[in-house]
């Protein structure tokens, strides 16, 4: 059976830090609880507990919640009022359709002297003849039954015919347990079918198996496989639609084995799954000769960068935007990367090796893709050096066409007018180094130099 354990009510105590000690309201509805114990240890300051809709078939282990204000255990099991003298500041009862026929048991209420409202509506005692005239008469202190209020001459009239209809009730209830004690026989005796039943098909599927089928298996394995999995659905639908359309009477075994039924086929249904992806074969990344395979399993776009001027490849892979970046497990080798999302992998043979231990990656901020950067294994010259060792070949071929269309004595070192705005640089670097054709340049320059000077001394004014 499913009772109330720590971490339920941890989990259910988000709106207080996950507190429990000093717990003062807590909800746990639709929780298929089907024993009610320790809250009365764990959460002493609790005034207000739901446990509707659980299946509950006896009110324990709340007597020392002192504090306790309102208790809703509407939608469940519980046949009898009990076990609730020591809620002292008990103001509010709600036991809305459960299975409470034993009415006298309204008796231990008489005790929560500050208890002002009960509800009872949906139990079979509320059918009994007299049955409101019965709780006023009995609780004094009530102020309002199943959402009617109790007017003062209600009461003095309920107070008068007291004995009689007390007598009333006592015979309707004996009545009403004998018929319980009828059900419970045969619900003991349905349950008892059904183990039987489960127990032969067991047998006849161990019978099945016998060494002569499974034989006959081997040499018949994928057709056998279909024709049970037919067989198997066939026969649950079969088995479903008996369960369902039986007629049964509403009582608390019922629902309990309602409750067991859906739980069993869950349960099947997700055994069968899980053997399905047991059976899945996993996706080959790399092949028996050792070639790394490119595989993309969660489907996500991606780009791959060749950055040059860093020296290395960038991998953009795009990722959920909200993905937890713990989800992500990234494994960068020499010649591929291995990036699983959420288990699933994406690989990619580089396009040429890098260094696994210095590559690093990051979450980009804005969108939220996994940026993986990898420095290339084998050094090169930067991207910058060739571009001005390119520009000085160039600017060298410029400045001999100059010289030989005879233009040298126009040429002037003014950034603004060429293309090329280090020519001077470059034209001091090839002085100090001295060598080669490029010696020639200078010198050039020099009797132009001289020229420029003897024409402007010719035109004096």
């Known amino acids: 059976f499913l009772s109330v354990t720590e971490d339920l009510v941890r989990r259910r105590a988000e709106h207080n830090n996950c507190e429990i000690f000093s717990l003062e309201e807590i909800s746990l509805h639709q929780q298929e609880i089907e024993k009610l114990e320790y809250l009365d240890k764990w959460c002493r300051d609790l005034k207000i507990l739901y446990l509707q809709n659980n299946l509950i078939p006896k009110i324990e282990n709340v007597g020392k919640l002192k504090k306790l204000e309102y208790l809703n255990v509407a939608l469940n099991n519980i046949e009898r009022i009990e076990n609730l003298e020591g809620c002292e500041e008990l103001k509010k009862l709600d036991l809305t359709a459960n299975f409470i026929g034993e009415l006298s048991s309204i008796e231990a209420l008489k005790y929560n002297i500050h208890l002002k409202e009960l509800f009872l509506v949906g139990n ?14 009995t609780l004094h202190q009530l102020k309002c039954l199943d959402s009617k209020e109790i007017e003062r001459s209600e009461r003095i009239q309920a107070l008068q015919n007291y004995p009689e209809v007390k007598q009333k009730i006592r015979e309707q209830e004996q009545a009403y347990l004998l018929k319980r004690a009828r059900e419970k026989e045969e619900a003991q005796r349905r349950m008892q079918e059904r183990k039987d039943k489960k127990q032969k098909q067991m047998e006849s599927k161990l019978g099945f198996d016998s060494p ?87 489907k996500l776009h991606f780009s791959l960068k060749d950055d040059e001027e860093n020296n290395q490849i960038v991998l953009d892979l795009a990722v959920y935007r909200h993905l937890d970046t713990s989800l992500l497990d990234v494994d960068v080798q020499p010649t591929y990367i291995r990036v699983l999302v959420k288990g699933k992998p994406f690989q990619l043979v580089l396009p040429e090796e890098v260094k696994p231990d210095s590559s690093s990656a990051k979450r980009s901020q804005t969108t939220g893709h996994l940026v993986v950067s990898m420095p290339k294994a084998k050094e090169i010259i930067l991207a910058k050096q060739k571009v001005s060792t390119s520009v000085k070949d160039s600017d ?15 040429l002037e070192v003014d950034p603004s007018k060429y293309s090329f705005p280090d020519v001077t640089k470059i034209i001091q670097e090839k002085e100090r180094i001295g060598q080669g054709p490029i010696r020639l340049q200078p010198e050039k320059i020099t009797e132009t130099k001289k020229s420029y000077v003897d024409f402007e001394n010719k035109e004096d004014v």
């Open 124 to 137: 079979p005692c509320t059918e009994f003849e007299g049955y409101r005239q019965f709780v006023v008469a």
């Open 212 to 298: 002569d089928s499974l034989q006959s298996k081997e040499n018949h394995q994928a057709e056998g496989d279909r024709e049970q999995e037919t067989w198997r659905t066939v026969e649950d639908d079969e088995e479903d639609r008996r369960f369902w359309e039986e007629p049964t009477p509403y009582t608390p075994e019922t629902r309990l084995e309602t409750h067991r039924y859906i739980e069993e086929k869950r349960r099947a249904k997700d055994n069968i799954r899980e053997s399905k992806k047991r059976e899945k074969p996993l996706r080959t990344l790399v092949t028996a000769e050792g070639k790394v395979l490119n595989v993309n399993v969660p």
């Open 396 to 410: 060298c071929n410029a400045l001999q066409k100059n010289a030989r269309s005879g233009q040298v004595e126009k």
